[in-house]
């Protein structure tokens, strides 16, 4: 058991690009969630999954964000026509069913400019 | 002591104080809470969680105290280390399979 696995740990990208991230949960857990981070603030609830059915997404999940997890296993998070507002940790974590602690991974860092 | 800096709540301590981080809660609801450390340019870890049937819980060298009445959280780290300098967030859980909500974390300044 590796933990939880964020690629890419930190993307540069220019403002109207796509950026796309990759989490690879703990294996056995079903559930995954999608958080976002700025700076000294605390993570903000995206979306999370169960299996492979999107549960719940937030009203901060704009139209330009999509997020899959096709197989119930690795999800990815895709940021379409960047913006310089979007330049945030993007944090992922996974959780057993029947658990009550999220596991995090060590986030994914975007950097608009 | 404590102070309000630009972004965050920071506590400063000698390496051997016992620390108190505070967190207020919004949701009397809540059924769950949770405290994570998080370090620089990390994920956040879990350090000790607490039921709301519980008004304290510990841990190994923490302790978490619930006050239902004024919807307030504490973590108490006894014999504080450099290595446990680091931002303290404090979650809730609303109800069973909702998500965590976060609030905004205190930094913890640890100094030898």
């Known amino acids: 058991d590796t933990g939880v696995s964020q690629n890419p740990r930190h993307k540069i990208t220019k403002r109207g690009q796509n950026v796309t991230f990759r989490c690879d949960p703990i294996s056995e857990h079903n559930r995954l969630y999608w958080y976002r981070q700025t700076l000294g603030q605390g993570p903000e609830f995206l979306t999370y999954f169960q299996n492979e059915a999107q549960l719940e997404k937030s009203r901060l999940l704009s139209d330009r964000f999509s997020a899959e997890r096709p197989k119930g296993s690795f999800s990815t998070l895709e940021i379409q026509r960047t913006e310089q507002g979007d330049s945030a940790m993007y944090l992922c974590?996974?959780?057993?069913?029947?658990?009550?602690?999220?596991?995090f991974g060590a986030g994914s860092r975007l950097t608009v400019l | 002591g404590e102070s309000v800096g630009l972004h965050l709540p920071t506590l400063s301590v000698q390496e051997g104080d016992n620390s108190i981080i505070n967190c207020a809660y919004s949701n009397s609801a809540s059924d769950y809470f949770i405290w994570y450390k998080q370090e620089s340019g990390k994920g956040p870890q879990f350090i000790i969680d607490i039921r709301s049937n519980m008004d304290k819980r510990q841990g190994q060298r923490v302790t978490v105290l619930l006050n239902k009445t004024v919807k307030h959280l504490s973590l108490q780290i006894a014999a504080t280390q450099p290595g446990d300098s680091a931002v303290y967030f404090c979650?809730?859980?609303?109800?069973?399979?909702?998500?965590?909500?976060f609030g905004k974390g205190t930094m913890l300044l640890v100094s030898p």
């Open positions: 974590a996974s959780i057993g069913s029947g658990a009550n602690v999220l596991t």
């Open positions: 979650a809730e859980r609303p109800f069973r399979y909702s998500t965590l909500t």
